[in-house]
């Protein structure tokens, strides 16, 4: 049988636009996710997906971990890949991450017990002091749009992971509730100058933001 998940994701994102992708996740990376990582840490890349955030950061040693065998062929020559369940990473040694990301994942599992298992294997895998960055779909900005992906299950605002980070043990240090546009098809703006204009107009956040950044620690 044809796996759904692999299906999905490659109607949603075909591979013409893969180039404007990736050039907005170095924009991304350089402009606000690298200040959170060090040269010397070692990254996971939570539902890699296709790997544009994991191949282009910049850092010690890089892992993608996701359930979809396709990311084997996004990761660059050096990621090492896991294909694992986000509530499983058994391969992932215990306190031996600095930095997890997740993008764009949370809206996917399927029930509350769900996200806080998520959350309770990302905190066991962190190291003590190590940061969770998550880009995340807020449903009380987005409003109904937010269900109009089939894969969509668990309706979450910044207050839902605020207190979603607390059951887990995990103390958040960083939220911006309005960052980036719901998607990156037609609102996103694909040259990246105008991706790093963006970035540094927060009334342009402010009017266009529907995801939120966060940043705990454990």
Same mark, same amino acid.
């Given at each position: 049988?044809? &796996? $759904?998940?692999?299906?999905?994701?490659?109607?949603?994102?075909?591979?013409? @636009?893969?180039?404007?992708?990736?050039?907005?996740?170095?924009?991304?990376?350089?402009?606000?996710? #690298?200040?959170?990582?060090?040269?010397? @840490?070692?990254?996971?890349?939570?539902?890699?997906?296709?790997?544009?955030?994991?191949?282009?950061?910049?850092?010690? +040693?890089?892992?993608?971990? &996701?359930?979809?065998?396709?990311?084997?062929?996004?990761?660059?020559?050096?990621?090492?890949?896991?294909?694992?369940?986000?509530?499983?990473?058994?391969?992932?040694?215990?306190?031996?991450? @600095?930095?997890?990301?997740?993008?764009?994942?949370?809206?996917?599992?399927?029930?509350?017990?769900?996200?806080?298992?998520?959350?309770?294997?990302?905190?066991?895998?962190?190291?003590?002091?190590?940061?969770?960055?998550?880009?995340?779909?807020?449903?009380?900005?987005?409003?109904?749009?937010?269900? &109009?992906?089939? &894969?969509?299950?668990?309706?979450? !605002?910044?207050? !839902?992971?605020?207190?979603?980070?607390?059951?887990?043990?995990?103390?958040?240090?960083?939220?911006?509730?309005?960052?980036?546009?719901?998607?990156?098809?037609?609102?996103?703006?694909? +040259?990246?100058?105008?991706?790093?204009?963006?970035?540094?107009? $927060?009334?342009? #956040?402010?009017?266009?933001?529907? #995801?939120?950044?966060?940043?705990?620690?454990?």
């Amino acid at each position: 049988m044809t &796996d $759904p998940v692999k299906e999905i994701y490659r109607a949603r994102f075909p591979e013409r @636009d893969a180039e404007r992708r990736r050039a907005v996740w170095r924009v991304l990376c350089a402009s606000v996710f #690298q200040r959170y990582v060090k040269p010397a @840490d070692t990254v996971l890349d939570l539902a890699a997906g296709f790997c544009q955030f994991i191949n282009t950061i910049k850092c010690a +040693h890089k892992m993608a971990v &996701d359930l979809n065998e396709d990311v084997r062929a996004h990761a660059a020559p050096g990621v090492e890949v896991v294909i694992a369940p986000s509530t499983a990473m058994t391969a992932v040694q215990s306190a031996s991450i @600095d930095v997890v990301f997740v993008s764009n994942f949370f809206e996917h599992l399927p029930s509350t017990e769900a996200l806080l298992g998520t959350l309770a294997e990302i905190k066991r895998v962190l190291r003590p002091g190590g940061r969770l960055l998550v880009l995340q779909p807020n449903i009380r900005l987005v409003g109904g749009a937010y269900w &109009d992906f089939v &894969d969509h299950h668990l309706a979450l !605002t910044e207050k !839902t992971l605020a207190e979603a980070f607390a059951l887990s043990g995990l103390t958040l240090r960083e939220t911006r509730t309005r960052f980036l546009p719901y998607t990156m098809v037609g609102k996103m703006p694909a +040259h990246p100058l105008l991706v790093w204009l963006y970035l540094r107009v $927060p009334p342009a #956040q402010w009017l266009m933001g529907k #995801q939120s950044f966060f940043v705990a620690e454990k």
